[in-house]
């Protein structure tokens, strides 16, 4: 799904019990300061946390809110779920 910003984003769920202390971030390169020639390394993301669905509807961009809505819709009736790029 793409968001409005124009960033793509791919989502996933499953049922596990995963650890959210135990989830480690990936780490992306951008030059900083703005032209300033120089690159330093960031974390793509500072923490994991589990949210139940009705607290993360007010946590995630409104362009995300489709892809919570189909796994709610698929929590309630389970089925081989055709989701759309």
Same mark, same amino acid.
């Given at each position: 799904?793409?968001?409005?910003?124009?960033?793509?984003?791919?989502?996933?769920?499953?049922?596990?019990?995963?650890?959210?202390?135990?989830?480690?971030?990936?780490?992306?390169?951008?030059?900083?300061?703005?032209?300033?020639?120089?690159?330093?390394?960031?974390?793509?993301?500072?923490?994991?946390?589990?949210?139940? &669905?009705?607290?993360?509807? &007010?946590?995630?961009?409104?362009?995300?809110?489709?892809?919570?809505?189909?796994?709610?819709?698929?929590?309630?009736?389970?089925?081989?779920?055709?989701?759309?790029?």
């Amino acid at each position: 799904m793409r968001q409005a910003g124009g960033k793509l984003v791919e989502a996933f769920a499953l049922e596990q019990q995963i650890d959210a202390d135990m989830i480690k971030s990936n780490v992306f390169e951008k030059e900083w300061p703005p032209r300033s020639g120089k690159r330093q390394s960031f974390l793509e993301v500072d923490r994991a946390r589990w949210f139940t &669905i009705p607290d993360t509807t &007010i946590m995630m961009l409104a362009s995300q809110l489709p892809l919570l809505a189909l796994l709610a819709d698929f929590l309630r009736n389970p089925r081989e779920m055709d989701v759309p790029r």
